[in-house]
Nanobody
Framework: VQLQASGGGLVQSGGSLRLSCAAS????????IGWFRQAPGTEREGVSC????????FYTDSVKGRFFITKDNAKNTVYLQMNSLKPEDTAVYYC???????????????????????WGRGTQVTVSS
C-alpha cells in the first residue's frame, strides 16, 4: 500500500488546514488510517485514526474538538480537517495504514506508530503566532 499525504502549509494561529492522505488502495485487512505528527526533537505522536471498515475514530486529547478525520472510500482518501490551529501544532504530519481493529481504538492503540507498517511521506504544517 502506498500513501501520499498533502495539504500542509503555513497558517496563522487560529486558522485551518485540511490534510489529505491518498492511498493506492483500501484493504479490509489494513483497516485503519492514522495521522501522526513529529516536531523537531520530539517523538512521532499519534493524532487521529479512522477505521476504513466501520468509520470509528480516535483523537488524541490535544486535538479533540479542533481536528476532524473523515474518509472517502470511493477515492481511497482520508482527510484531516484541522481548525483553531495553534503554534504547538507545528510539525511534519504523516499518514499511515495498518491492521489495528476499531475495538482497540478506545485504548489509544491506533495512535501507536508501531502498529503501522505502511507510511507516506510527510507534509509540513507550520502555525505562526
Amino acid at each position: 500500500v502506498q500513501l501520499q499525504a498533502s495539504g500542509g502549509g503555513l497558517v496563522q494561529s487560529g486558522g485551518s488546514l485540511r490534510l489529505s492522505c491518498a492511498a493506492s488502495e483500501f484493504t479490509l485487512y489494513d483497516d485503519t488510517i492514522g495521522w501522526f505528527r513529529q516536531a523537531p526533537g520530539t517523538e512521532r505522536e499519534g493524532v487521529s485514526c479512522i477505521s476504513i471498515t466501520d468509520g470509528s475514530t480516535f483523537y488524541t486529547d490535544s486535538v479533540k474538538g479542533r481536528f476532524f478525520i473523515t474518509k472517502d472510500n470511493a477515492k481511497n482518501t482520508v482527510y484531516l480537517q484541522m481548525n483553531s490551529l495553534k503554534p504547538e501544532d507545528t510539525a511534519v504530519y504523516y499518514c499511515a495504514t495498518g491492521h489495528v481493529g476499531s475495538s482497540r481504538y478506545p485504548g489509544g492503540v491506533c495512535a501507536e506508530p508501531s502498529e503501522y507498517p505502511y507510511w507516506g511521506r510527510g507534509t509540513q504544517v507550520t502555525v505562526s503566532s
